[in-house]
């Protein structure tokens, strides 16, 4: 790492390592994540609205149906209970990637946690918000794009989807840091000498 050194409107010096969005992550991170939100919930309410009585037919096999999840992702173990441990577990990952967002290097990684941050609070806010007096975080997810050979989903599913496959990409892509060249090579000196 490389600091580099600026100078604001008042002259003070800042120094920055140059290679990652900084402290522009958190912020981006938090609006994008409340953003998907937002897009998510703006969607649900117009697909329970529009078509919760009759599914429409868009193309090919994509049909605008509403369902209740009570599981976890696919719809698996849907009506057993496990609203709370999922909640629970939701709560757990955002606050983990909220916390990461500090240290995350690289805007698509940036980006990636984001999404997933949004799409765990979008369908979080459905199991407290929709749960019709059943109790804590035992409301169900509202999903509602079927494409008929594919588990329904909703905005929030493709948005922790899609961060999850940036996060991935990032991961595989991201430059090693030098000292792991270093232990590489050692490793490999130790392999050839045995």
């Keep these: 790492m490389n600091p580099q050194s600026s100078v604001d409107e008042d002259g003070r010096a800042h120094e920055s390592s140059g290679d990652g969005p900084g402290g522009r992550a ?5 609006a994008l994540g409340c953003l998907v939100v937002v897009i998510d919930q703006l969607t649900k309410a ?11 037919h868009v193309a090919w096999t994509l049909h605008l149906v509403v369902a209740y999840n009570t599981g976890t992702a696919f719809s698996l173990f849907s009506g057993r209970g496990v609203g709370p441990v999922i909640a629970l577990v939701a709560v757990v990952v955002v606050v983990i990637v909220v916390w990461t967002l500090r240290f995350v290097r690289g805007w698509p990684a940036v980006v990636g946690s984001a999404l997933i941050i ?9 199991r407290l918000f929709r749960s019709h007096g059943a109790g804590m975080f035992q409301g169900a997810v509202v999903d509602w794009i079927d ?11 493709m948005a922790v989807t899609c961060g999850a496959i940036l996060l991935a990409v990032a991961a595989f892509f991201a430059p090693g840091e030098a000292g792991d060249a270093d232990d590489r090579g050692d490793a490999d000196d130790a392999a050839r000498s045995s």
């Design 26 to 30: 958190l912020l981006f991170g938090v």
């Design 46 to 56: 117009w697909a329970l609205r529009s078509f919760a009585s009759e599914p429409r």
């Design 118 to 126: 949004g799409g765990a609070l979008g369908n979080l806010a459905d």
């Design 147 to 157: 494409f008929g050979w594919w588990p329904v989903f909703n905005i929030a599913d």
